[in-house]
């Protein structure tokens, strides 16, 4: 009873005040009075697709009370199941999704309630998929409101009125052979990624003050892939941040050295690097990032729902990772190979359109 009174509590404050919030009650909860209030404060059986739902809220609600080993079933079976159910619409996307949402919420509603282990397993599983269905809901509606889509001439940092970036460029690594043409190529596609950053929106003209002269490009001869370094330090008085610089080693292939891979490898280090910037400088909501599939630094997401291995290390990387895949594309993204289409990789592409979003928005409102 006791746990009855805070879950009512903490779902009445999220009807009235803010739509996410944490909460605990005592983990030997009954699953199934814990689920009928869930439902019974929220109107479940009346809910919409535009409807507002806890999700963070109702799945810890599951965390907590269900047994450990179906939530991890649950989570095991679930990318398999967003594939079958689909997880893209392309056309009559609103009255798909519609029907998709009630056809989810109705299997909720009538799940049994005999058996603790399989309805919290599929109770987690169909929650997860109806939130799915709501972002993406939310997402395609957001993309068709229409945008200034025609960059003017002032606008165009392409073009010549983008100021050449000014890199610390060491190319005495490189065989003298190769030396004029590779680092001239090199530096001919990290000046043409900064300028469709700016284009975009990921970069504004304050971050490339920030960032020129400050980084820094080397070599080696290798036919691996190579990494970059971010340095930034923090001020344990006042928690201030302050960027340093970055370095891209770049990766000299003689038996591979064409400009077609050059092209790739050095987009692909750069954009990796600029998203830590990114991530400490210009996000201003990070935390919704690293809830996609890290607890406390403690990893909640499947190896299969990273793009790399490397993303794995920690928040920062899979962030930097997550973006340097999304920027280049999935095709073109040959470092990574062929990443699978899943709820987290879904909800890691949304945070970024909703960064690029807002940074537009801001932009906009600064000019005018």
């Given at each position: ?13 999220w ?42 809220t ?42 998709r ?13 005999d058996?603790?282990q399989?309805?919290?397993k ?127 080693i770049?990766?000299y ?32 909501n990070?935390?919704?990032f690293?809830?996609?599939c ?6 909640n ?49 949304r ?18």
């Amino acid at each position: 009873m006791r746990k009855q009174k805070w879950l009512l509590a903490t779902l009445l404050l999220w009807l009235f005040t803010i739509p996410y919030i944490t909460f605990w009650w005592n983990t030997n909860s009954n699953i199934f009075e814990t689920y009928q209030l869930i439902e019974n404060t929220l109107k479940l059986k009346t809910a919409t697709l535009t409807t507002n739902i806890p999700y963070n809220t109702i799945k810890e609600a599951f965390q907590k009370s269900c047994p450990a080993e179906a939530i991890a079933d649950a989570k095991k079976d679930l990318p398999t199941l967003q594939d079958a159910w689909g997880t893209s619409v392309s056309t009559n996307k609103n009255k798909v999704l519609k029907e998709r949402f009630e056809t989810i919420r109705g299997l909720i509603i009538w799940t049994k309630k005999d058996n603790e282990q399989e309805f919290c397993k599929q109770q987690y599983i169909l929650f997860s998929l109806l939130e799915t269905t709501q972002e993406l809901y939310n997402w395609k509606k957001a993309l068709t409101v229409p945008k200034k889509t025609v960059i003017t001439k002032e606008e165009d940092h392409s073009s010549a009125n983008y100021k050449q970036f000014t890199f610390k460029h060491d190319p005495s690594w490189l065989p003298s052979s190769a030396r004029s043409s590779f680092s001239k190529a090199t530096e001919k596609y990290l000046q043409s990624t900064l300028a469709d950053m700016l284009v975009r929106h990921i970069l504004d003209d304050n971050d490339i003050r920030t960032l020129n002269n400050k980084i820094n490009v080397s070599y080696v001869q290798s036919c691996e892939v190579t990494e970059g370094n971010f340095r930034a330090v923090k001020n344990l008085a006042t928690n201030e941040v302050t960027f340093k610089d970055i370095t891209l080693i770049i990766s000299y292939c003689s038996s591979n050295n064409t400009s077609q891979r050059n092209e790739r490898h050095t987009r692909q280090i750069l954009s990796h690097e600029l998203w830590h910037y990114i991530y400490f400088f210009k996000d201003k909501n990070p935390s919704s990032f690293s809830e996609i599939c890290w607890n406390k630094w403690q990893i909640n997401c499947l190896p299969s729902e990273f793009v790399s291995k490397y993303a794995t290390k920690s928040v920062e990387e899979d962030y930097a990772e997550s973006f340097a895949y999304w920027y280049l594309g999935a095709s073109d993204n040959k470092e990574h190979g062929s990443a699978p289409l899943n709820e987290p990789m879904n909800r890691r592409e949304r945070h970024f359109e909703r960064l690029f979003e807002e940074e537009t928005e801001d932009d906009d409102d600064d000019n005018n």
